[in-house]
């Protein structure tokens, strides 16, 4: 079954008095519990595939659906529940909220859905904690974690609400090819355990052999292998 | 909420140099608009106090004739409209349940006569019965020299600021008719010529109005006055008997309205405008323009008051204004209201106006003072708004990432908006909240310095001779609506700017 729908995804963006076609119509179908690498280099559009997928960014033209919902007519209001409940995001630089300690940056998108109690909530957030092994951190706020353990609360936080997505650009750009290992081993086991389907974007050949399917792209459209 | 206020709380500590200096500007501004707040309302209450229970009381009732609201101190020459009909006011004042008292009186400007061949003073009088007015306003001023007038008795009190201006323009230091020169209270110039000090212990008024009919009368100073407060400004007015005081404005007297006339003079009187050629004709009489409302235009050199007069219906005569005093609790703008409304329904030629437009001058340098503080404390709170939005907006820009990150997780709008003002309410809370308390504190201990002025600017500041501020339960509420108001202006701009980040502009950035 498709998660993801997209056809004629193009987008444009205005600089100067030039437009830059950034994705220049794009069709493609994901499958739920997918474990999926959008390659690259850089600027071949593939970020910006991802945020229009992540509702993130907005298309310029096309038609993307997550889950059957029509994702390019949605309000705001909309869009931000999307994100929040069908969506995790899983960013290059460990975007993690300072001032709140690893349980509590876990539990921050449980709270802003306001359905579950605390204590559903906090036993959910120790359920995902112990999973990516960061028990013994979870007190800790993110400026006294190594980088690869931050990238583990944001895979925590990503998948705490049960989403339909995981993005993922270039989670291991800023680690070491040891941690980086890691993080995608990680993924690919949450992949398993939770069957979310993930989908990540990277330019390094190397974290190839970790997907499960590979989606090239080149100057803002696909590529067929 | 609970989540809000527990990352506001957290920003705040984090980013404790910015929390401190928009702290210390709230609770500054906070503390100053405080303490503005009461050195207004203390002035106000002052100034209602030195007013109301020292000289005017809460209403005055004026002619309506009267162009101006501003009794209390109208240019020179320019006299205070009569009220003729006061027997008939009084049943009405009495009957009405708000007044708690009242006071006729006469109040207008007279030459004081140099005897010495020079210039005449000038200066205020106030036509009181004696025994009334100190009843009235008992604690408004106090005798430094000689005593105050007994009932009946006829004669004239001066205040100490009048009797140096006398000084000043006559060269004549009035003591009372019985007393000695008290060196304390002369001026420096007065010691300076003690032995050639020019003694008087009478002095002679000339009304002054813009008829042609006041006299000059020859009055016994029985004391001199000191103010309670604002001395310099009400110390201008002298007060004498009623009945001298009509006499020296050419008034109809209580005594004039109890003389008998005979028969032949009431048919005199009784005769219209153009039977009086026939009495020029028999070359009987000397008939003079006294307008409308007196009979005693007779001039006289020096006329000596009585000491002291008989079983005379003082009511009878001429006054110029009624004081009133309320009932605790009543609504001064009500009551004007409510007792216009009744002498409207009345043949009677007055109509009632607060204290505050009868003070017309004073009231304007009042409301001048207050607008300046006024003034100032916005200017304060500007200046505070401006760097408070600046540091805080700077703030929003500088924290995009997490905020895209929030926005980019489900945060929506609303929650990004309530986290700022969350961090701006803890702020105004804290430390506008302890700005308020210290403001308060501070009003309730300078009136326990009892700090003084002589100045009369000063006094006005003041509200009065010492300074007190004053805050109330609704001055105290207005601070902490304005705190209110403060924060969410601050905030306004600052969470405009961070609304607008998005989960791309947080991407970018990185």
């Given at each position: 079954?498709?998660?993801?729908?997209?056809?004629?995804?193009?987008?444009?963006?205005?600089?100067?008095?030039?437009?830059?076609?950034?994705?220049?119509?794009?069709?493609?179908?994901?499958?739920?519990?997918?474990?999926?690498?959008?390659?690259?280099?850089?600027?071949?559009?593939?970020?910006?595939?991802?945020?229009?997928?992540?509702?993130?960014?907005?298309?310029?033209?096309?038609?993307?659906?997550?889950?059957?919902?029509?994702?390019?007519?949605?309000?705001?209001?909309?869009?931000t529940d999307?994100?929040l409940n069908?969506?995790?995001?899983?960013?290059?630089?460990?975007?993690?909220?300072?001032?709140?300690?690893?349980?509590?940056?876990?539990e921050f998108p449980l709270l802003l859905m306001k359905k579950f109690t605390k204590?559903e909530v906090?036993?959910?957030?120790?359920?995902?904690?112990?999973?990516?092994?960061?028990?013994?951190?979870?007190?800790?706020?993110?400026?006294?974690?190594?980088?690869?353990?931050?990238?583990?609360?944001?895979?925590?936080?990503?998948?705490?609400t049960?989403?339909?997505?995981?993005?993922?650009?270039?989670?291991?750009?800023?680690?070491?090819?040891?941690?980086?290992?890691?993080?995608?081993?990680?993924?690919?086991?949450?992949?398993?355990?939770?069957?979310?389907?993930?989908?990540?974007?990277?330019?390094?050949?190397?974290?190839?052999?970790?997907?499960?399917?590979?989606?090239?792209?080149?100057?803002?459209?696909?590529?067929?292998? | 909420m609970a989540l809000i206020?527990?990352?506001?709380?957290?920003?705040?500590?984090?980013?404790?140099?910015?929390?401190?200096?928009?702290?210390?500007?709230?609770?500054?501004?906070?503390?100053?608009?405080?303490?503005?707040?009461?050195?207004?309302?203390?002035?106000?209450?002052?100034?209602?106090?030195?007013?109301?229970?020292?000289?005017?009381?809460?209403?005055?009732?004026?002619?309506?004739?009267?162009?101006?609201?501003?009794?209390?101190?109208?240019?020179?020459?320019?006299?205070?409209?009569?009220?003729?009909?006061?027997?008939?006011?009084?049943?009405?004042?009495?009957?009405?349940?708000?007044?708690?008292?009242?006071?006729?009186?006469?109040?207008?400007?007279?030459?004081?006569?140099?005897?010495?061949?020079?210039?005449?003073?000038?200066?205020?009088?106030?036509?009181?019965?004696?025994?009334?007015?100190?009843?009235?306003?008992?604690?408004?001023?106090?005798?430094?020299?000689?005593?105050?007038?007994?009932?009946?008795?006829?004669?004239?009190?001066?205040?100490?600021?009048?009797?140096?201006?006398?000084?000043?323009?006559?060269?004549?230091?009035?003591?009372?008719?019985?007393?000695?020169?008290?060196?304390?209270?002369?001026?420096?110039?007065?010691?300076?010529?003690?032995?050639?000090?020019?003694?008087?212990?009478?002095?002679?008024?000339?009304?002054?109005?813009?008829?042609?009919?006041?006299?000059?009368?020859?009055?016994?100073?029985?004391?001199?006055?000191?103010?309670?407060?604002?001395?310099?400004?009400?110390?201008?007015?002298?007060?004498?008997?009623?009945?001298?005081?009509?006499?020296?404005?050419?008034?109809?007297?209580?005594?004039?309205?109890?003389?008998?006339?005979?028969?032949?003079?009431?048919?005199?009187?009784?005769?219209?405008?153009?039977?009086?050629?026939?009495?020029?004709?028999?070359?009987?009489?000397?008939?003079?323009?006294?307008?409308?409302?007196?009979?005693?235009?007779?001039?006289?050199?020096?006329?000596?008051?009585?000491?002291?007069?008989?079983?005379?219906?003082?009511?009878?005569?001429?006054?110029?204004?009624?004081?009133?005093?309320?009932?605790?609790?009543?609504?001064?703008?009500?009551?004007?209201?409510?007792?216009?409304?009744?002498?409207?329904?009345?043949?009677?030629?007055?109509?009632?106006?607060?204290?505050?437009?009868?003070?017309?001058?004073?009231?304007?340098?009042?409301?001048?003072?207050?607008?300046?503080?006024?003034?100032?404390?916005?200017?304060?709170?500007?200046?505070?708004?401006?760097?408070?939005?600046?540091?805080?907006?700077?703030?929003?820009?500088?924290?995009?990432?997490?905020?895209?990150?929030?926005?980019?997780?489900g945060a929506r709008?609303g929650f990004?908006?309530?986290?700022?003002?969350?961090?701006?309410?803890?702020?105004?809370?804290?430390?506008?909240?302890?700005?308020?308390?210290?403001?308060?504190?501070?009003?309730?201990?300078?009136?326990?310095?009892?700090?003084?002025?002589?100045?009369?600017?000063?006094?006005?500041?003041?509200?009065?001779?010492?300074?007190?501020?004053?805050?109330?339960?609704?001055?105290?509420?207005?601070?902490?609506?304005?705190?209110?108001?403060?924060?969410?202006?601050?905030?306004?701009?600052?969470?405009?700017?961070?609304?607008?980040?998005?989960?791309?502009?947080?991407?970018?950035?990185?």
């Amino acid at each position: 079954m498709n998660i993801i729908e997209i056809r004629e995804l193009k987008k444009n963006y205005p600089l100067g008095t030039t437009t830059v076609h950034a994705l220049r119509g794009i069709d493609m179908n994901i499958i739920e519990g997918d474990f999926l690498s959008i390659v690259g280099p850089s600027g071949s559009g593939k970020t910006t595939l991802l945020n229009i997928i992540g509702c993130i960014d907005s298309a310029s033209e096309g038609s993307v659906k997550i889950g059957g919902v029509e994702i390019t007519s949605l309000n705001d209001i909309e869009v931000t529940d999307m994100r929040l409940n069908r969506i995790g995001f899983i960013f290059q630089t460990f975007n993690l909220i300072p001032v709140l300690n690893v349980v509590e940056n876990v539990e921050f998108p449980l709270l802003l859905m306001k359905k579950f109690t605390k204590a559903e909530v906090r036993k959910r957030a120790d359920k995902l904690i112990d999973e990516v092994g960061l028990t013994d951190h979870a007190h800790h706020r993110p400026a006294e974690l190594s980088g690869g353990q931050r990238q583990r609360v944001a895979i925590a936080r990503a998948l705490v609400t049960n989403p339909d997505i995981v993005l993922a650009d270039e989670p291991t750009a800023n680690l070491d090819s040891v941690t980086g290992g890691q993080i995608l081993e990680l993924m690919k086991e949450m992949n398993r355990i939770e069957k979310t389907t993930f989908i990540f974007s990277t330019h390094d050949e190397n974290v190839l052999r970790y997907a499960r399917d590979i989606l090239k792209i080149r100057d803002g459209v696909l590529v067929k292998e | 909420m609970a989540l809000i206020f527990k990352i506001a709380w957290r920003n705040l500590l984090r980013h404790k140099g910015k929390s401190i200096i928009i702290g210390v500007i709230l609770f500054l501004a906070a503390f100053i608009m405080t303490l503005g707040s009461g050195i207004i309302s203390g002035m106000d209450r002052g100034l209602e106090l030195n007013i109301v229970n020292g000289f005017l009381g809460d209403i005055v009732i004026i002619s309506k004739k009267e162009k101006s609201d501003n009794i209390l101190f109208k240019m020179y020459g320019e006299s205070i409209e009569t009220i003729t009909k006061y027997k008939d006011a009084k049943k009405i004042l009495q009957s009405q349940e708000y007044i708690k008292d009242f006071i006729p009186v006469g109040k207008n400007m007279a030459m004081v006569l140099n005897e010495d061949e020079g210039d005449p003073g000038f200066a205020m009088t106030l036509g009181v019965d004696f025994e009334a007015y100190r009843k009235f306003f008992p604690d408004s001023f106090t005798m430094v020299e000689g005593s105050y007038p007994g009932k009946n008795e006829q004669g004239v009190i001066i205040p100490m600021k009048a009797r140096e201006d006398l000084y000043d323009f006559i060269n004549a230091w009035f003591l009372p008719e019985k007393g000695d020169i008290v060196e304390k209270n002369l001026t420096a110039d007065a010691k300076e010529n003690l032995k050639d000090l020019n003694i008087k212990r009478t002095a002679v008024f000339m009304g002054m109005s813009e008829g042609n009919y006041t006299s000059d009368i020859r009055l016994g100073v029985k004391g001199i006055m000191k103010f309670r407060a604002l001395n310099t400004m009400w110390g201008h007015f002298s007060i004498m008997d009623i009945e001298s005081y009509r006499k020296c404005l050419g008034y109809f007297s209580a005594s004039d309205l109890s003389l008998e006339v005979s028969g032949d003079k009431k048919e005199l009187l009784a005769m219209d405008d153009s039977n009086l050629d026939s009495m020029f004709g028999k070359g009987e009489f000397f008939v003079r323009d006294r307008g409308s409302s007196d009979i005693s235009g007779i001039s006289f050199k020096s006329r000596k008051g009585r000491e002291t007069v008989g079983d005379i219906d003082y009511e009878a005569g001429i006054y110029n204004l009624i004081f009133i005093k309320l009932k605790k609790g009543e609504a001064l703008d009500r009551s004007v209201g409510r007792l216009n409304e009744v002498l409207s329904k009345t043949e009677l030629d007055m109509r009632a106006i607060t204290w505050k437009k009868a003070s017309g001058a004073i009231g304007s340098m009042a409301v001048i003072i207050k607008g300046a503080l006024f003034t100032f404390v916005i200017f304060l709170f500007f200046v505070a708004v401006i760097i408070i939005v600046n540091t805080l907006s700077m703030a929003a820009i500088e924290r995009t990432s997490e905020i895209g990150m929030m926005r980019a997780v489900g945060a929506r709008k609303g929650f990004i908006s309530g986290m700022f003002i969350g961090e701006t309410a803890i702020l105004s809370g804290l430390f506008g909240g302890a700005g308020i308390v210290f403001g308060i504190a501070v009003v309730n201990i300078i009136p326990l310095l009892h700090i003084t002025s002589a100045n009369d600017l000063v006094q006005l500041l003041y509200g009065g001779d010492v300074f007190k501020p004053y805050l109330s339960a609704g001055d105290t509420l207005v601070a902490v609506v304005q705190l209110v108001i403060v924060t969410f202006v601050t905030v306004v701009y600052p969470v405009r700017v961070a609304m607008g980040i998005t989960p791309l502009d947080a991407i970018s950035r990185e």
